[in-house]
């Protein structure tokens, strides 16, 4: 008993002891951990360690929805399709298997009628440069010397190049093309173990059937499912809604932060590129797991993707396309002699805009000539691009907002106006005209030069009517040219609207700014030339304030971004406008006397209506009172431009029309244009109210 008392006192004594006890845990441990590397390291080490090489984890983008865009009455102009990309990584096979497996894939994209995507700089054939670089010099050169050989290289010597750096040389030509194609795309975007790039979009599903068979020798090659852009017609408002493509070098490099990849698509131009901070969405990631041949043996989503928020745009689907039809339709009259008179064969572009004169809504915006927009989300390829930007009618340019032109007789309302509020002239002084204008260098009237006779006396109503170049010579020379300044500045011309698109351009206010100027000069400007020049979305605003009584609007193409029930602030919309356009344009009343506003639009009504107005015979059988001015702009070769602005009904105006057509010859045959847009706009929204939707034009143009 004694013994057992000893024993647990001694080991109480050393329990007490906790340096002791803390030791001999210590110890422990470490013998556990002892055991566990040595099992790790010894007993399964080789085991392990293949494992972890093969193991290769990377996070891969979820490519979120893009919101959609629709017309003001829900029509559907831009949406997505789920389609399917094949991506290329970097894997630890080595360079001719590799090869092989790329050799494999582009002969089944190929064969079912798919394609490579790659900026490599061949044509279709391969055997050559593309067309590109045999016409642009610099760009040529500048590749060569990237690959550090000299301007006389051949694109034999590129071809040799290339072959020996991807190891191809021995492959046949076909063979090595493709892998010189495939590889340079994916090393110019940096492909890695743990980065893919895109080497061909929206394959078949055929081809996606073929590369699942045959996954185990395509090593690195993963098909991944994208949402992607699509619209409902090629060209339709194609310079409104414009395009999505692929980001660039550039791009990438300023938008990364933003949750960008390399392979992201962006907005490039239109709603698609002022509108992209809402359309593009969140994309979403996930967790990869693959092993050294690119195998994936597991995934996991991080953050899920989010959509994009829709934008419904002012336009209206239906006014828009009898605006396209009908500025097309004028075109093709102008230049085949449909209005009676000689072909004026020049006139091949145009635009023509329709405002809403109450809200400065766009309802309608047309240049021509057009463009696909769907040509670019898959890759133009480089024969369509380039017949793009050799034409020298400039397709891709939206005339609307971009162009600037002289407004020839268009600019008498505002000079009639800047004359009475300037107390220049009065709304019932008569003016007699005298053909010749006995100032300055003494230029004549129109109606005098082609017939030797003269408007006789009139009123401002009276010159509008028969557009009487000396009455408007008079207004000029009695208020000078700092009140014909003040007045365009008053109606927002020479000075961008800030309509939600890029590339807006500002005109210019003939006298603005200028210090050498004669009453010659003065004269020119009072009939809207000289160095005059507004953008056709300038007239039309014009004209809309003097529709509406002297209110100038801020032009607007955006009506909503968002839903019903999670709509963007209108003062969100609003600063995000002014920092994208640079523009803050500010609506303002113009406090113009009703008696003379009345005065010009008596003057426009006559145009159309009464004997003598300039566009009456074409108006004779009009559904719609139209008050309007014609008006023919003299340039520097060619046929003269043809104008035509008015607005309707003259006594309860909706909207105002404006259309230019280049070298159209007189803006008297641009009136037959305007007469079918008012009397279809009438007819569509008489038909059963503003609110009609036209659901069908979705299945009829949205196809998949």
Not at 3 to 26: A, D, Q
Not at 243 to 268: A, F, H, L, P, Q
Not at 610 to 634: C, H, L, M
Request: with cysteine.
């Amino acid at each position: 008993m004694e013994f057992l008392k000893s024993k647990l006192e001694k080991i109480m004594e050393i329990l007490e002891n906790r340096e002791l006890v803390l030791s001999f845990i210590l110890c422990i441990i470490a013998l556990v951990f002892l055991i566990q590397l040595f099992n790790l390291q010894v007993i399964n080490g080789v085991s392990y360690r293949e494992q972890a090489e093969n193991k290769i984890v990377r996070t891969e983008s979820i490519a979120a929805s893009r919101g959609e865009i629709y017309d003001r009455n829900g029509v559907l102009l831009a949406t997505n399709r789920l389609t399917y990309d094949v991506e290329i990584y970097r894997t630890k096979v080595g360079v001719e298997k590799t090869n092989e497996a790329i050799i494999k894939l582009v002969d089944i994209i190929e064969r079912n009628g798919d394609k490579i995507y790659s900026t490599f700089p061949c044509n279709a054939s391969g055997d050559n440069f593309s067309e590109e670089y045999l016409n642009n010099a610099e760009l040529k050169n500048s590749f060569l010397k990237n690959i550090k050989l000299d301007e006389n290289a051949t694109y034999q010597d590129v071809l040799n190049y290339y072959s020996k750096k991807y190891a191809v040389e021995e492959y046949d030509f076909r063979d090595k093309i493709n892998v010189i194609k495939v590889k340079y795309e994916a090393n110019l975007n940096g492909y890695s173990l743990f980065n893919g790039v895109v080497i061909s979009k929206d394959i078949s599903k055929n081809s996606v059937a073929q590369i699942e068979e045959l996954k185990s020798e395509l090593y690195g090659v993963n098909i991944i499912s994208v949402p992607q852009r699509y619209y409902a017609s090629d060209n339709f408002a194609c310079h409104i809604i414009g395009y999505v493509s692929k980001i660039n070098t550039d791009e990438y490099n300023n938008s990364k932060d933003e949750g960008y990849t390399i392979n992201s698509m962006i907005g490039k131009s239109g709603v698609e590129e002022s509108m992209e901070k809402y359309l593009k969405g969140v994309d979403g990631v996930k967790k990869v797991v693959t092993d050294s041949l690119g195998n994936v043996s597991s995934e996991q989503i991080i953050a899920e993707a989010s959509s994009g928020k829709d934008v419904t745009l002012t336009i209206d689907y239906r006014i828009q396309n009898v605006v396209e039809n009908a500025l097309k339709n004028t075109l093709w009259n102008l230049q085949t002699g449909g209005y009676g008179k000689e072909p004026i064969y020049e006139a091949q572009s145009g635009s023509c805009v329709v405002l809403d004169v109450e809200t400065g809504e766009v309802l309608a915006i047309a240049s021509y000539p057009e463009y696909n927009i769907n040509s670019f989300v898959d890759g133009i390829s480089s024969s369509e691009w380039n017949s793009l930007i050799s034409d020298a009618q400039k397709p891709m340019f939206n005339r609307a907002i971009s162009g600037t032109y002289s407004p020839g007789s268009t600019y008498k309302m505002l000079m009639g106006i800047a004359g009475l509020e300037s107390g220049g002239i009065y709304v019932d002084e008569y003016y007699t005209d005298p053909g010749e204008y006995p100032y300055a260098y003494k230029p004549k009237c129109w109606i005098y030069t082609a017939h030797q006779i003269t408007h006789g006396s009139i009123n401002l109503a009276g010159a509008l009517k028969g557009s009487c170049n000396c009455y408007f010579y008079e207004v000029g020379r009695r208020i000078g040219i700092a009140n014909i300044v003040q007045w365009a500045k008053n109606f927002g011309l020479g000075s961008k609207t800030g309509i939600e698109l890029s590339g807006e351009a500002k005109g210019n206010i003939a006298g603005d700014g200028v210090n050498e100027w004669s009453l010659g000069d003065t004269l020119s400007a009072s009939i809207g030339q000289n160095t005059n020049l507004f953008t056709p979305i300038q007239l039309a605003n014009y004209i809309s304030t003097i529709a509406n009584g002297g209110t100038l609007n801020k032009v607007s193409l955006i009506k909503n971004v968002g839903d019903d029930i999670n709509s963007v602030p209108l003062s969100e919309l609003a600063n995000y406008t002014k920092e994208f356009t640079g523009v803050d344009f500010q609506p303002r009343d113009l406090e113009i006397d009703p008696s003379y506003i009345n005065a010009v639009k008596e003057g426009m009504y006559a145009v159309t209506t009464e004997n003598g107005g300039t566009a009456a015979d074409i108006f004779a059988d009009s559904r719609v009172e139209v008050a309007g001015k014609t008006g023919t702009a003299q340039v520097a070769s060619g046929a003269n431009n043809a104008i035509f602005v008015g607005f309707a009904p003259y006594n309860n105006p909706k909207i105002a029309v404006v259309a230019i057509v280049e070298h159209g010859g007189e803006g008297y045959y641009l009136a037959n244009m305007v007469k079918e847009i008012t009397n279809e706009y009438f007819d569509i929204y008489n038909f059963d109210g503003e609110k009609q939707k036209i659901q069908e034009v979705v299945n009829v143009h949205v196809d998949f």
